[in-house]
């Protein structure tokens, strides 16, 4: 019989995915609908998007929450909801942005307590400014990069599959099992693999290759672009199964 986390029945698998959710996307009732349901689910983090006008690291599907929440929130906004969503979300919350959105809706300001870590693609951040900082990490970075940078990491190492737009294609990549070598050399920090992850399978195969973690964060959003709700459920009912 296949098995997955539900209620409070949560399996060490869930406990190893992050997912990806834009604040307000689509809209709040069902943004706080999905969230509730990835709780019930025991997954253990939660990448809360925060949308700027150049996302220019993200494929089509992500661009478009962007498009369609930046008209909608301000720093105001963004600080009411984020109270919001750690008083139903327990486990790891990780800001994801770009240096715009740190700046827009002054994550700087928030109380620690509201988050656990950023994750921001471009600029420079320091440790001592924020809850936390995720770095992200590729077959690019440079042994004395991944050094520095490791050394200001918290919660867990974002480890690209490969090069590129988020939304790709897990199948052909495997650059990242090189990367996490290489990440083991500095540091015993989590290693969460993201881009090209879009079900069960996946998540499998990079934990089988030294991952510690998957990040889904497309494919998340092509569910809930569905408007179904039972479908995102028994999405997320796939995605945990042991």
């Known amino acids: 019989m296949q098995k997955y986390s539900s209620g409070n029945e949560h399996n060490e698998l869930a406990r190893k995915l992050a997912l990806y959710l834009p604040l307000g996307y689509p809209n709040w009732e069902m943004f706080y609908r999905v969230l509730q349901e990835i709780e019930g689910h025991g997954i253990g983090c939660v990448e809360i998007g925060l949308p700027v006008s150049n996302p220019f690291m993200d494929g089509e599907t992500i ?12 720093a105001d906004v963004v600080r009411e909801e984020l109270i919001k969503v750690r008083n139903i979300f327990s486990s790891r919350i990780v800001l994801m942005t770009y240096a ?25 951040q320091s440790r001592n400014d924020y809850s936390g900082i995720v770095r992200i990490f590729s077959e690019s970075t440079s042994d004395l990069e991944m050094e520095q940078a490791i050394n200001e990491c918290t ?40 881009f090209g992850i879009k079900d069960n399978k996946g998540i499998k195969e990079v934990l089988s290759n030294g991952a510690d973690g998957a990040v889904i964060g497309s494919e998340f959003i092509r569910q809930i672009d569905s408007n179904n709700f039972a479908d995102i459920t028994e999405y997320l009912n796939s995605l945990c199964l042991r």
């Open 63 to 74: 661009k478009k929450t962007h498009e369609l929440t930046l008209p909608t929130l301000n």
């Open 100 to 124: 715009e959105g740190l700046e827009n809706f002054k994550i700087k300001e928030l109380p620690y307590w509201i988050y656990d870590a950023i994750l921001c693609v471009d600029g420079v």
């Open 155 to 194: 919660h867990f190492a974002y480890v690209v599959s490969a090069a590129g737009k988020t939304g790709g294609d897990l199948s052909s990549q495997h650059a990242y099992v090189e990367t996490i070598k290489r990440l083991r050399k500095f540091s015993d920090l989590p290693a969460f693999v993201g």
